[in-house]
């Protein structure tokens, strides 16, 4: 029990072996045991076939022997595989117990820790540092326990067998194992001294070449030869030793296996041949000296890997040795309901080298209270401000909430009392819904630190979405997203939205969309999709098997497409392979283009193979790639390649020609587009619009989405939508969100989790005006008076709606008032105000 | 291939022979920040670039806003103003073939100024995060660029100064130095 709260970077290596695992270790000691014995049976098998069954010419002996030797080889297999299988099983365990209490310890640790630790070295401390220590623990008990016992096993019997033989069979192979790992020490100690000239050479060739201006125009031809020779030179050399030793450690190796059998057949042919040994003992000590080998071996190995494995794991240890300064949850209590007051007195945070970050502030603030810091950057306003979070730890003076001293304070009473919006919020891999429920789950939700447990409300959610301001973005997410096939109901009210968008703003909207009409080529719309004009409902004319269909095929060779199309893909591919050579595996380049990141090292062959050749000479794999990419391209999204005019033409002919065709085969594999009809394969918005946006400018978008807002509402669809657009991925570090989404979904966060303190450190820094003020409103509107809130303020515009503003530099408050008073005063802040 | 009559032409050749990519590729080999980058990076720089119309009198950004891009006027002409609560005042018009806000491929910045289409209005645009991208991508970029940067800076300077002895100098000359 004392292990579990005793730190995980204080435990030691041993206390892992039979934490969690004492009835798996106690099974293998058994597995062992039988293993041991099992060995041991085939050496007097042996002995036993010689003198009884051979010997007196016993063939029933022979049999019952021989079934025996065979039982017991066998047996002694599926042992050691046993035993193979519980040790991997403990070492797996071991090691994931290590790293879920090792993350649990880092998730807990002051964040000064992570200013000067990479997060690259926490993912390899977690992922490979423990992989040795955990191999250790797997083979802590096995190898020595099987080893050891193996050995006195062996020699027991040998001595039964015959003394002075058994002394002289032990003696060898202790000798190697001394011997050999001196000689792969100085293998080791050459080949890094090799890979070390290596790279000299390595640099050296490097030079001369990219400066062979230099040498031919100034004949340094002689310098960079000596250079050169002098370094291939040693590192012969080296190679040489470093294939003597290597070649060393084979010899040594095969000297000793090959001298046991000589030293045997030598003294124990003589003991033989005196009639002091038996025929079968000879063969037994013969056999038995051969197999003394490995469990030496195993033995030697095992150290290395107790020594690798403690030195890797004490490192680990030690780097996180770092004092926990707060307790993560109250021991028996609820966290405390704090009264919203914060007072600071004397506060002063010294780091190690002698500098104040913050120096003695002195401040009070009473419930629902609004305090602005303002000062240059470096003043001090962010670190006191976490200073007040508990994120970072003051060194002198006090801190408290509602009175109690923030130090002493556990994490959970911290978490249930005060919100935090920082500089540049994180945003984690998941939905929107799961980043903006992110704070009040981790109090409201399974495991949450209170006891009331409740999701919030869709009304909730969308609240604190139009507050922040990203509600207009959440809406973008659900227009573009495709829904469900089977969800008719949504899809019958989209139409009708569709329906009443065509009448409101048709003619508006004309020059931003293009809509889907029989008659006009689609710039915006795929070559593909110009074609079939509608969406499949078959396997069969998917897009991305049109090129194996052979109905389509069959009609692109009749509407007289393949050459032309194969023209416009050739350049297409030529052109995006070159611009996106040196760049071949980032996703995001792909966007735009219309290979796909998996497809690009194909249509790099491709483009070397057909340079020069001839549209007759396309092999049908090479134009079935090539016609892919044709009936991918959108002129209006791929700026690589021109359509041109007569193409689009024929493309026009040949959708009146595909339709007919098919109508003609009575087959019901397309759903053709139809003002009617919701294609299921496209976005929302493309529904609603019937056609598609001409531009992603967010401009353009938006004018968009304004107009189709109020027919969302007034067809009740704007929460369906909303609650749609909350289900978008934001990729890793929230990656898909710009800068300023990014900081609304934090806001949005911190509103909705509506803690009585709120912490906000230039939380609007990549907003723009228009969301600043909304942001501010909200803030003066409706938290005044109700949240106590602490702003990191960046901008001068709204300072007035603050109650007190405290003016730093340098670490310390040199002025603190109400807005009127500071101005009044003409002091520092009526000159910064001033000086804009 | 290069010269700037070439540039002229692209409004008649584009449609028909060259790809957009191509003449997107042939301007921004052009613009000064951007003549000393490797070839690969101006490829991708060209490709990752769009091209926006803007209706006469339509803000491509206003004061505050980080819009976080940068604007080449491919047609017509823009009027950069300066806004104050009562009144907004035109410094300057940039016309075609200007480069307009390389400073925020760097930094997020809050724009100065507003920029309106004064006529009918087509911008080839860059995204920071675009650039970015490429800049990732060719980490020697960032130094060029911020050479470049520093040279515009001591040029327009230098400009101002030269105009201030010749006793030329209007308030307004300075503004526009954050548009560079």
Known sequence: MDRQRQSVVKRTLGSWVFDGNTLLQVVLVVVILFTVVARIIPLEMQKRIVNEAIYLKQLKLLAIYCTLYFLSVMTASLLKFAINIIQALISERATAAMRIALFKHILTMPLGFFRNTQPGVVVNSLVNELTLPGNFIGMAVAIPLTNILTLVAFAAYLFHLNPLLGAISFTIYPLMVIVIPYIQARVNRENRERIGVSRQLSSSVVEAVSGLQEVQANGGFALANRNFARLANALKTIRVRWNLFKSGVKVVNNLVTNLGPVIIFVLGGYLTIRGELELGALVAFLSAQEKLYDPWKELVEFFQVFQDGSVAYYKTMGLYDVPIEHLMLPRDREPLKLLPTVETENLTLETVEGIKLIEEVTLTLNPGEHLALVGFSGSGKSTLALCLAQLLSYTSGRASIGGEEIRDLTRADMVASLGLVSQSPFIFNGTIRENLEYAHAALHGQGGFLAEKFDPTLDDLIYVLQQSGIFVDVLKFGLTTVIDKNDKALAATIIQVRKNFQADFGEEINEWVEFYDEELYLDHSSVGDNIIFGTSRTEEFNTDNLVKNPFFMTFIDDADLLRPLLTLAIKLAEQTVDILKSIPDEALFFAQSPIRPDEFDIYTTLVQKIKGQNLHQLTKPQQSSLLTLALRFSPGRHKTATMPEFLKDLILEGRHMFREKILAKGKDAISFFGLQDYIYSQTILNNILFGRTKSQSPRIQEKINQSIVHLLVAEDLLERIIEIGMEFQVGTNGNRLSGGQQQKLAIARAFLKSAPILIMDEATSALDNHSQRRIQNVITGKLKGKTTLIAVVHRLDYLNNYDKIAFMKSGKIIEMGTYDELIEKRGSLYELINRH | ?180
Not at chain 2, 5 to 28: C, H, M, P
Not at chain 2, 32 to 50: D, G, H, N, V, W
Not at chain 2, 74 to 93: C, F, M, Q, Y
Not at chain 2, 123 to 148: G, H, Y
């Open chain 2, 1 to 180: 291939m290069n010269s700037s009559t070439d540039i002229d032409q692209n409004q008649n050749e584009t449609d028909q022979d060259k790809s957009e990519f191509i003449s997107n590729l042939s301007i921004l080999r052009q613009v000064r920040l951007f003549s000393s980058l490797p070839q690969e990076a101006l490829k991708l720089l060209a490709y990752l670039s769009t091209r926006e119309i803007y209706t006469r009198g339509e803000y491509v950004f206003r004061t505050g806003d980080d819009d976080g891009c940068s604007y080449y006027i491919l047609e017509g002409s823009a009027d950069l103003i300066l806004e104050s609560n009562d009144k907004s005042t035109v410094v300057r018009n940039y016309g075609q073939d200007r480069f307009l806000g390389c400073l925020s491929m760097l930094s997020p910045l809050p724009r100065l100024f507003a920029l309106k289409a004064a006529q009918n209005l087509t911008l080839l645009v860059m995204t920071r995060k675009n650039f970015s991208m490429v800049m990732e991508k060719f980490p020697e970029l960032s130094l060029q660029i911020v050479k470049a940067i520093a040279r515009r800076i001591n040029q327009s300077e230098g400009h101002n100064v030269e105009n201030y002895k010749q006793d030329k100098v209007g308030i307004t000359d300075f503004f526009g130095l954050s548009m560079i």
